[in-house]
């Protein structure tokens, strides 16, 4: 028994890469899984230390406030004057359950049944889904290589744009590893604010940056008059996805649509997790990071080398940990990720997966410890782009 809502939707990708996955290993054949951006290093020693010690904490086990614990609060107001330069207010900030839960509720707590929701193409797949689950209708933006990876709003239908509600953004993106500059966001506030739209950046990887911090929208966007949220995750800062803790920052009345939707359908994080995210903002942020972000900038160099050897298209990324990786020859993606696994071993993302307009594309993640991301490289090199 389905919902229609369910019925909408196109199979969720990642249940079908793992699908095919297992059936390979079973063969007794070495998988070198490099679909799915789940890091693998584990959770920083100085967040578990804190977490073991707030267990203690005997009113850290019953219900959290709905907004966020008071010291994770101040502690994401700190970070955003530090490394931002930006003062934000309490009713600004939400504690949530990973970006990924945001995304799923916001169109619930914002648009109305009827009502359209831009979404990049490709982009991921929880976008759409959010907007199909509060009845509205996904309208795909175009990312293409030539712009930049960001959407042409010009190039909108007037009808759509005319039932629009909502436009998420996601930079440093998913799954192109594109990035966007000071002049970009720009040109998105003023859009949305023109067409008093709700911006959404979606800023899940923001800090896993290799060279310089990435622009990200909520200090342009905070004093720009428009309605806006940006979502973001601990989960891939500090490598623990399991954890399920993010935050939002945004525009007061737009996080307090957020916070009562999900006053509604859940009770928060746990509060014992809370105080260990808190603790790595509020001292050794820098140095925590740095450690993660030198892991995955080794096995990016050691996989855009091998990449590069072997004669494959793509940009080196800048930010996030995923290589977007044109398909030799232009044919199927899925076809083509078929073949690697097949031939090489290696799991890989289809660009279809993420929307149309990821055809012709492939998805590598360095999510992977570097004996796999190594041996991975060499297969690629020595498989070279024949069709």
Known sequence: MQSDRLKRLPPYLFVEIDRRKTEYGRSGREVLDLGIG????????????????????LEYHRYPSDRGLSRLIDAIRGWAREHYGVSLESDEILVTIGSKEAIG??????????????????????????AVFAGADPVRMPLLAE?????????????????????????PNNPTAATA????????????????????????????????????????AKDAGGEYIELFSFS???????????????SPEVVLALARLKANVDSGVFSAIQAAAASALEEGYTEITGRII???????????????????????????????IEVPGGGSSIDYCGKLLEETGIVATPGIGFGGYGEGYFRLSITAPDYTILKAGQKLEKLGTSP
């Open 38 to 57: 789940d890091p693998d290093l584990g959770a920083p020693p100085e967040l578990v230390d804190t977490l073991r010690s707030s267990l203690d904490e």
């Open 105 to 130: 509720h916001l169109p619930l707590a914002v648009v109305n049944p009827g009502d359209a929701v831009l979404v990049p193409d490709p982009g991921y797949p929880v976008y759409t889904s959010s």
């Open 147 to 171: 712009n930049g990876y960001f959407p042409r709003f010009d190039d909108l239908d007037p009808s759509d744009l005319q039932r629009a509600r909502l436009v998420y953004l996601n930079y």
């Open 181 to 220: 500059g000071k002049e970009k966001f720009e040109e998105a506030i003023s859009f949305c604010g023109e067409n008093a739209l709700l911006l959404v950046n979606d800023a899940a990887y923001s800090e896993i940056s290799y060279e310089e911090r990435q622009q990200v929208l909520f200090p342009l």
């Open 236 to 250: 891939k800062t500090f490598s623990i996805t399991g954890w399920r803790i993010g935050f939002a920052v945004g």
């Open 294 to 324: 030198d892991v995955f900038r080794k096995r990016r160099d050691i996989l855009a080398a091998s990449l590069r050897r072997g004669g494959f298209r793509f940009e080196i990324p800048a930010a996030t940990f995923y290589f977007w």
